[in-house]
C-alpha cells in the first residue's frame, strides 16, 4: 500500500555546470510529494502525522530558505570566506554533486530512506510546469553510479565549513 504526503519548502541554488540563467544564483519554491510503502498491519497502517513528525521538521531544519550548494562550486568557498570575514553564518545544504532537482531527488531519497522510512518515489515539483519523479530504481541505479565515481553519498565530513553550525 503506498500512502502519499506532499511537503514544501524554499531554497536557493544555482548550477555552475551550465552556461544558461540557471548558472546565476536563483530560487524555487520546492514541492516534495513523498509516496511511502506501508503495510497493513490491523485497520490502519500508519497514522498521517507520523510522516509529518518525521519529514517536516527536517525539511524545515536541513532545507527551508537554505542555499543548496555544490561543495566544488567556486561559489562555495567565497560564500565560506565571506562568513568568515563578516561574522555570518548562512543557511548552507552542502551537497556533493551540483543542485539540480535530479539530484536533489537522490539526496532527499537517501536522508528520507535514512530515516527507516520506506519510499516508493519521490516527485520534486522545481516550477510549476517541472517536475521530476524519482523512484527506488533511480536511487540504486544513482548509488551504483556514484560508488564508482567515488563521489561522497551521505557524508561530507572532509568538507571544510566557517561554523559548525553549517549543513
Known amino acids: 500500500m503506498i500512502i ?8 536557493a541554488h544555482r548550477n555552475e555546470e551550465l552556461s544558461d540563467k540557471c548558472r546565476n544564483l536563483h530560487g524555487h519554491r520546492y514541492g516534495v510529494t513523498c509516496f511511502f510503502e506501508v503495510e497493513r498491519t490491523g485497520s490502519l497502517t500508519t ?29 562555495y568557498r567565497s560564500l565560506l570566506r565571506h562568513m568568515e570575514e563578516h561574522s555570518e553564518s548562512l543557511k548552507l545544504k552542502r551537497l556533493p554533486y551540483p543542485s539540480t532537482v535530479e539530484n536533489l531527488g537522490h539526496r532527499l531519497f537517501t536522508e528520507i530512506t535514512d530515516m527507516g522510512l520506506r519510499l516508493n518515489c519521490l516527485e520534486i515539483r522545481e516550477t510549476d510546469s517541472s517536475v521530476v519523479r524519482y523512484t527506488r530504481d533511480d536511487w540504486v541505479a544513482d548509488n551504483r553510479y556514484y560508488a564508482d565515481a567515488q563521489l561522497p ?3 561530507l565530513r572532509d568538507v571544510p565549513t566557517a561554523s559548525p553550525a553549517l549543513k
Request: negative net charge; proline residues 5%.
Open 47 to 75: 497514522l498521517f502525522a507520523d510522516f509529518d513528525s518525521a519529514i517536516e521538521p527536517f525539511l524545515s531544519r536541513e532545507y527551508d530558505h537554505a542555499m543548496l550548494i555544490h561543495v566544488n562550486d567556486p561559489l
Open 153 to 155: 553519498q551521505t557524508s
Open 4 to 11: 502519499q504526503k506532499t511537503y514544501k519548502f524554499y531554497a
